[in-house]
């Protein structure tokens, strides 16, 4: 999957680049249809430049030794809440973080793994009026348990089995962008960990992502 990966990314950026080259050379020759072609082969191509950086992804954290340390997850998150905020001032977002949460692993593959979980807490919610994100953790038989709680669109849990599998969504690109490969990187991240990974949603009631990391 690496070698393969890495190896589109040349043809790929020839794709993009021609097209981009014969709209700005040759735009003004074509007619509105010509021009709607071209760009959304660059919207394809960049799309599938989005999937191979995933999968790369993907095919690093199954990769090398766990390093654990002493990691500090509710900073991570405020952290990483930090940066989605800035990059979109104008938005409500209330932002709900426990402090003090922290557990034994390897800080690197914790942060890919919560970069996701968060980025997704805060994709699934952005038609609400106001954005509502959560992170905690809660004692379940004897296990701590961390969380990643939204008050977004939610899902069907029939289809719980898809989401951490590569490529499998529950929403169209028209509803919301993405490539599959997120939650299929967080279920590899857990795993690496000995943990486990699991959701709770309702549709149009917001989705509550769990994991464990055992120590």
């Given at each position: 999957s690496y070698s393969v990966s890495h190896d589109l990314r040349a043809p790929l950026r020839s794709i993009d680049g021609f097209s981009f080259a014969v709209l700005e050379d040759y735009g003004?020759?074509?007619d509105e249809t010509?021009?709607?072609y071209l760009n959304r082969i660059?919207?394809?191509?960049?799309?599938?430049a989005q999937l191979i950086d995933d999968i790369l992804e993907l095919s690093r954290v199954s990769r090398g030794k766990v390093k654990r340390v002493q990691v500090d997850?509710?900073?991570m998150?405020?952290?990483i809440m930090n940066t989605l905020l800035h990059a979109d001032q104008d938005r409500k977002v209330?932002?709900?973080?426990?402090p003090g949460v922290t557990c034994n692993a390897d800080e690197g593959l914790t942060r890919i793994a919560l970069n996701n979980l968060v980025s997704n807490a805060w994709k699934y919610s952005q038609d609400n009026p106001q954005t509502r994100i959560q992170f905690g953790m809660e004692d379940r038989n004897s296990s701590r348990v961390f969380y990643v709680r939204d008050n977004g669109v939610g899902f069907d849990m029939r289809y719980v089995g898809k989401l951490f599998k590569p490529f499998q969504r529950l929403h169209g690109d028209d509803q919301f962008e993405g490539t599959g490969i997120g939650l299929a990187t967080v279920a590899r991240v857990i795993s690496r960990h000995k943990g486990k990974v699991w959701a709770e949603s309702e549709i149009g009631k917001g989705s509550t992502f769990y994991f464990t990391i055992p120590s």
């Open positions: 003004d020759k074509l010509g021009r709607h660059r919207q394809g191509s960049q799309m599938m997850l509710s900073s998150v405020e952290e209330v932002v709900d973080v426990m």
